[in-house]
Each structure stands twice: as C-alpha cells, then as structure tokens.
C-alpha cells in the first residue's frame, strides 16, 4: 500500500514564524498535493506539483509556498504565520497513468498563536 | 468550473438501516470520481475509486455508483454500524493526475 507520511500530527506555531510542513510518499507518485480544511469550507486546494520543482497553485496560494526538491517529498512553506492559517493540512499523492486514485496522509493540525 | 455537492451534511440512522449518501457534479467530463472516509481529526481514507467508463465499484458492505449523464454519484452502505460513524467526501479529477475537487461531505451517525 502507499504511504503518505506527514512529520507532524500536531504543531502550535507563533504569528509570524516560518513554518514548514513536510510530506512524504513512498511509491514513486509523480503528483503530489497539499490541501487545507476548514470547518464550513472543505477541502480547498493550496498548491500542487506534476514533477520534481515543478509546482502550479491550486485556488488559496496566498501566504504559502511550496518546495519539491526530490520525487517522495514536497513541503508546504508558511513564509510568516497568521491566525487565519489555524487549519488542518493534508497532504495527498497519486500518479498519472496508474490510476489508483490518491492516498492521503494523516493531516497535520496546525494552530497559530 | 467543477463543483461538487453532498447532500445531507448530516444523517443519522439506527444500526441495521440500509443508506445512501449522495454526490453530485456539474461537469459531467469527469476522468473518475473517488469516496473517502474521515474520522474526527484524522486523514482521508480511501473506500472507493469509479473510473468515468464504469458505473459502479463495491467493496463489502460499500457499493458506489457513477451516472455521468445525471452528474451524480451514490455511496451505499448495507447494514450500517456504529463503526461507518464518520464523514464521508466524495471527490472529483476533471483530468488524469489533476488535483480532485471535494464536496463538504456528510457526516454519518450510526447508533446502537
């Protein structure tokens, strides 16, 4: 089975800081994405990636970035936290031409103080 | 622009009862149309993945159906128990590999 493995469960971050979220995949996905979810809203889409530094955004990139330096992994970037990044993030990967569907990872419950 | 809808957002039902979540989209060219499950606070679980050329999929209990025609999509769970209690996500890809586009969700109790 696919792995989605995201490093934290819970995170408690100061307004402000710099903040990175990392995401690893162990079947040699091509794409991977990152999503937040909000109570109300769903699943929106921060940014995604096809390929190795390659990355698109998806429909709320504003105060992210994202960085994809080798195929298994890709880290979403809080430049400087805010309140309103209080969320929980998921990270997702699947491939293109192996269509399995996606696999998600845990989720990372982000809180900004 | 896709979007995606499910209705209830909540559904309660006792043990035993047969249920049908629903799921609809409003761009019919869908490339396969994916059910989750979700816990309180936890990831996404994948239950079932419909291809656009198939029109149903069962695992178990579980059996999903794809009507591309009527943009919609069912999730039926036979027998339900208090274990199918969490929130399900049906999702949409317009194009191979492209991100999926999720409905809110509804979210199941089951009680004993």
């Known amino acids: 089975d696919v792995k989605v493995t995201q490093s934290s469960r819970y995170l408690v971050k100061r307004t402000g800081e710099k903040v990175f979220l990392e995401c690893v995949q162990d079947?040699?996905?091509?794409?991977m994405f990152w999503y937040r979810q909000d109570p109300g809203l769903g699943l929106r889409l921060i940014y995604f990636?096809?390929?190795?530094?390659?990355?698109e955004k998806g429909d709320i990139p504003e105060g992210y970035s994202v960085s994809r330096e080798k195929k298994e992994r890709f880290s979403l970037i809080l430049e400087s936290a805010s309140t309103n990044q209080t969320s929980m993030y998921l990270c997702?990967?699947?491939?293109?031409?192996?269509?399995?569907?996606?696999?998600f990872g845990s989720g990372t419950r982000l809180t900004v103080v | 622009k896709q979007e995606v809808t499910q209705i209830p957002a909540a559904l309660s039902v006792p043990e035993g009862e047969n249920l049908v979540l629903n799921c609809s989209f409003t761009?019919?060219?869908?490339?396969?149309l994916q059910w989750f499950r979700q816990d309180p606070g936890k990831g996404l679980t994948s239950l079932l993945l419909i291809q656009s050329s198939q029109r149903e999929q069962t695992s178990g209990r579980l059996n999903a159906s794809l009507d591309k025609s009527s943009g919609r999509s069912t999730l039926y769970i036979a027998a339900s128990q208090p274990g199918d209690s969490a929130t399900y996500l049906c999702a949409a890809a317009n194009q191979a590999g492209t991100a999926l586009i999720f409905g809110k969700g509804t979210t199941l109790s089951v009680s004993s």
């Open positions: 997702a990967s699947g491939q293109d031409h192996i269509n399995y569907g996606y696999t």
């Open positions: 990636s096809y390929d190795v530094k390659m990355k």
């Open positions: 761009d019919s060219a869908i490339y396969n």
């Open positions: 079947m040699d996905h091509e794409n």
